[in-house]
């Protein structure tokens, strides 16, 4: 093992230190980092099996994503999963975990123990652990399939961006995305679909996102039911199959 690559790790995560080595090692698996790699220390998911075609060009976080989507945005979070063919700009960020607004103080010490509540606690000579407990809705945001963030979006934690939708620039996403839909505002409501009812069943039902793109790079992306038409057509004829890459974990790959 590459000892001096892994930094830290536990069941969940782990670091690395990009280098160009690493940076070697992904690209030839296909995923592509922004910049240039400076000895900075990394953090990803522990188990994250690595999908080809993916570009990470800001940050220092990997999220669980999926082939052929790519993000701009330095703040994305390790635990976030991301489908396939998503499109994430500049400046998208999850909020912070919900404090408690109905109890005497809305103070997160009262759940959690912070570094300044411990240090207050050790000095009074009490237990640090903190007295209550509370759901601070923890769980990052899961994004589908052929999703568009814009630029600037900021996501509630625990929603759920169906596929196909869009978020429209320095939108406040609040609350789960229909598939297709069009939102923005703040907070984000829905705008419009992106097709009607007809098509838009069509496209879940197909889920293309599923195959490799140079495989129906010919079938029409200007026009959506020519698209369908000839994607239908050529999956059940068997001319195009699903495309389920199969690499070794981001760890594995670091590491070996």
């Not at 690493?22 to 400076?38: E, F, K, N, Q, Y």
Request: with cysteine.
């Amino acid at each position: 093992m590459s000892q001096h690559m892994i930094v830290e790790e536990c069941p969940a995560w782990f670091r690395f230190r990009r280098t160009a080595e690493t940076d070697a090692r992904l690209r030839g698996s296909r995923v592509l980092l922004g910049g240039v790699p400076a000895d900075e220390e990394w953090i990803a998911p522990r188990y994250y099996r690595v999908q080809a075609y993916v570009a990470l060009y800001a940050g220092r976080e990997v999220p669980d994503i999926g082939s052929f989507s790519y993000s701009y945005s330095a703040t994305l979070e390790h635990g976030m999963k991301i489908g396939r063919y998503c499109s994430i700009a500049s400046g998208v960020t999850v909020l912070g975990p919900e404090h408690a607004t109905t109890w005497a103080m809305t103070s997160d010490i009262a759940y959690q123990p912070s570094d300044i509540a411990r240090m207050a606690r050790t000095d009074a000579k009490i237990a640090t652990d903190s007295p209550c407990s509370h759901d601070a809705g923890g769980r990052m945001p899961v994004i589908g399939n052929d999703v568009w963030i814009g630029q600037d979006v900021r996501l509630k934690r625990g929603v759920t961006i169906n596929d196909g939708a869009v978020i429209g620039a320095c939108s406040l996403v609040t609350k789960d995305v229909p598939p297709y839909a069009i939102v923005g505002g703040v907070p984000a409501k829905l705008i419009r679909y992106r097709f009607d009812e007809r098509l838009i069943a069509r496209f879940q039902a197909l889920r293309w996102w599923n195959y490799f793109e140079p495989d129906f790079k010919n079938f029409g992306y200007d026009d959506p039911e020519r698209f369908l038409d000839t994607f239908e057509d050529a999956a059940a004829s068997g001319q195009i199959k699903p495309w389920l890459p199969s690499g070794p974990t981001l760890y594995d790959l670091i590491a070996i």
